[in-house]
Nanobody, 122 residues
Framework: VQLQASGGGLVQAGGSLRLSCAASGHTSNIYMMAWFRQAPGQEREFVTSITWYSGNTYYVDSVSGRFAISRDIAKNTMYLQMNSLKPEDTAIYFC????????????????WGRGTLVTVSS
């Protein structure tokens, strides 16, 4: 499975962005997809996940109510709608896919995209 993230950019605090993650290859192997982010000098952290076929979602507390994850199975694409952005949301956002389990640990994910930079100015 190959993943390609896009949609990052520069936005003012309070603004919105939508990230996309296009999957290709053996996408039938995907059980869970997720967004992680890594701020400068910080560890990569889990943001949100979605079970590929059932659509169940999970969010970390810091983004709950502001971010929304979704997917379009027909297009093999996952999305992250980010609203009410804050400067602390500034990070490189990575999409990831897992074949077999529901996890918030980056080490459990089998496939990764290259990441897209989101910068939120104050």
């Amino acid at each position: 499975v190959q993943l390609q993230a896009s949609g990052g950019g520069l936005v003012q605090a309070g603004g919105s962005l939508r990230l996309s993650c296009a999957a290709s290859g053996h996408t039938s192997n995907i059980y869970m997809m997720a967004w992680f982010r890594q701020a400068p000098g910080q560890e990569r952290e889990f943001v949100t996940s979605i079970t590929w076929y059932s659509g169940n979602t999970y969010y970390v507390d810091s983004v709950s109510g502001r971010f929304a994850i979704s997917r379009d199975i027909a297009k093999n694409t996952m999305y992250l709608q980010m609203n009410s952005l804050k400067p602390e949301d500034t990070a490189i956002y990575f999409c990831a896919a897992d074949r077999a389990s529901a996890s918030t640990a980056s080490s459990d994910y089998d496939y990764w995209g290259r990441g897209t930079l989101v910068t939120v100015s104050s």
